[in-house]
């Protein structure tokens, strides 16, 4: 049993960054300071690590711009005084202001490989990127989709690694958010995509003419009630990307409804809705929704072909 007379433990963040920077002298130092000062902290990890330790390996190598599989020997290297600034000063906006470290560092990874992420859009997090490194091939065996719509794109990155893996398929991003749209065309940039990859301003499908053999969406989804009792560093997220009614299905009942009209005649239709999906059953019993399972985990993924949405239209009207 634990003494309950011990004292507790006292965060190091009382002192100056100055000082902090000046006593922690190699990567060793930084990364077990970091570790014991988030674990202190009851920090939320959600956005990329699931522990203090994790979330201190990526914040130092991160701002070192060193890769995750360094080699082991950097450990006892000595860091340069501005090295150990930069440390200490995103560890100390982690804890304090609870921003979530892709923010912190401008970088997210989804699907392996690196996206420009800031607070206009979510952070990558979709296990849909199972579904992107396998190519879709469990509806597209023998042929790639040749026109693809990542529907609610923020970042872009589900179109963008979509294209990366399918180097025959063209690919347009659609957002509403014309400031995630901005963010989304650095990444079209970054990843030398342009030629295949557009990102177009629309409300769901309202400018966005053709057919798609792919259409793929991680929309806002997220209830009323999870919304209110989220964690703090989810507050740096654009609210429009989280928030979609009392229920999370304002807008998948848009895609429902809508996109039939939108897809080839063996398309097919894939939406994230995250544990919104007991809603989802709840107010489309009769829909025979294929929930998908994932290797890496993650929940409230479904597909749906176009002659699924042909059979079930009355219900989606």
Not at 69 to 94: F, H, T, W, Y
Not at 200 to 211: M, N, T, Y
């Amino acid at each position: 049993m634990a003494d309950q007379h011990a004292p507790r433990a006292t965060s190091t963040l009382t002192l100056t960054d100055d000082r902090l920077a000046a006593e922690l002298l190699t990567l060793r130092d930084c990364l077990r300071w970091a570790a014991s000062e988030f674990h202190l902290a009851g920090l939320f990890h959600g956005h990329g690590s699931d522990s203090p330790w994790d979330e201190a390996v990526a914040l130092t190598l991160g701002a070192l711009h060193l890769p995750w599989n360094v080699d082991p020997a950097v450990l006892d290297a000595r860091l340069l005084p501005m090295e150990r600034s930069r440390i200490v000063a995103l560890v100390r906006s982690r804890i304090v202001h609870r921003r979530p470290l892709p923010y912190l560092l401008g970088e997210a990874w989804f699907a392996g490989l690196p996206f420009d992420v800031d607070e206009r859009v979510l952070i990558p997090r979709s296990p849909i990127a199972e579904l992107v490194e396998s190519g879709f091939d469990a509806w597209f065996p023998e042929e790639p989709p040749h026109r693809v719509l990542d529907l609610c794109a923020g970042s872009g990155c589900i179109g963008i690694a979509t294209a990366l893996h399918l180097p025959t398929s063209e690919v347009d991003l659609a957002d509403i958010s014309q400031e995630a749209l901005a963010v989304a065309r650095q990444n079209i940039s970054r990843h030398d995509v342009g030629a295949r990859v557009r990102a177009v301003a629309s409300d769901l499908f309202d400018a966005l003419p053709g057919r798609y053999d792919l259409i793929v969406s991680n929309p806002p989804y997220v209830d009323a009630r999870d919304l209110a009792i989220m964690p703090a560093e989810f507050r740096h997220e654009p609210a429009l990307a989280l928030g979609s009614g009392a229920d999370g299905l304002d807008i998948t009942r848009r895609i429902l409804s809508e996109a039939r009209e939108h897809l080839t005649e063996r398309g097919v239709l894939i939406v994230e809705v995250g544990n919104s999906d007991h809603h989802l059953e709840a107010a489309f019993p009769e829909v025979p929704f294929l929930w998908l399972d994932f290797e890496r985990g993650g929940q409230g993924v479904f597909a749906l072909t176009a002659d699924e949405l042909d059979a079930h239209a009355a219900s989606f009207a």
